[in-house]
C-alpha cells in the first residue's frame, strides 16, 4: 500500500507535477538553445524551415511551465466525494468499487503510458450501475496506486491494485 497525504483541508489531490513539467520545459529551451548556437544565432527569411523548429521548441517549452505552475486538481478525493476535473463522479453511499484500467494502444498511436482509474457507482435516477473512466497522466504527481489507496482510505472498501486490460 503507497503512503498517501492529504491537504490541510483533509482532501486527497492529484495536480500536474511542477517538477516533471519544470524539467520538461527546461529541456525544451534546452533543445531551442542548442539550435540557435548550431545556426549561429541566425534568424534570416530564407531558413524559413527552422521558425518551424523554433515556434515548436518555444511553444513547448512555454505549456510545460504553464502546466507546471497552474494549480488546478485533476483528481479530488475527499469525505464527500470523489471529484474529477472539479465535477463530483460519485458521493460515498453510491460508490461501488474502483480499479486501474490500461488502455490498449497500437504504435501508431505513439508510446505512453494509458491508464485511467475507473470508478463503478449506481445512480438511482437513471437506474443502473456505471463507470467513469478518468485517465491519468505522466505527469501527475501522484501514482495510480495512491490514488487507489486513497479511494479505499475513504470508502472503507478494501480495493484491488491489480491493473486490467
Not at 527552422?50 to 521548441?57: A, E, K, Q
Not at 485533476?74 to 464527500?80: G, R
Not at 490514488?147 to 480495493?159: D, Q, R
Amino acid at each position: 500500500m503507497d503512503k498517501i497525504t492529504f491537504d490541510k483541508n483533509g482532501n486527497f489531490v492529484v495536480r500536474e507535477s511542477k517538477f516533471i513539467n519544470y524539467i520538461v520545459g527546461f529541456t525544451f529551451l534546452a533543445l531551442l538553445f542548442g539550435v540557435l548556437v548550431t545556426r549561429g544565432f541566425e534568424v534570416r527569411q530564407d531558413t524559413t524551415d527552422f521558425y518551424f523548429i523554433y515556434v515548436s521548441f518555444s511553444a513547448g517549452a512555454i505549456l510545460c511551465f504553464i502546466k507546471g505552475a497552474r494549480k488546478r486538481a485533476s483528481i479530488t478525493i475527499n469525505l464527500t466525494g470523489i471529484y474529477y476535473q472539479g465535477t463530483l463522479v460519485t458521493n460515498w453511499e453510491n460508490f461501488l468499487t474502483a480499479f486501474i484500467r490500461q488502455e490498449s494502444y497500437t504504435v501508431r498511436d505513439g508510446v505512453s503510458d494509458r491508464f485511467k482509474i475507473v470508478v463503478e457507482y449506481s445512480d438511482t435516477i437513471k437506474g443502473g450501475n456505471f463507470l467513469y473512466p478518468m485517465p491519468t497522466s505522466g505527469t501527475q504527481d501522484k501514482s495510480e496506486y495512491q490514488i487507489i489507496t486513497a479511494i479505499s482510505h475513504f470508502s472503507g472498501k478494501n480495493l484491488s491494485y491489480e491493473i486490467f486490460d
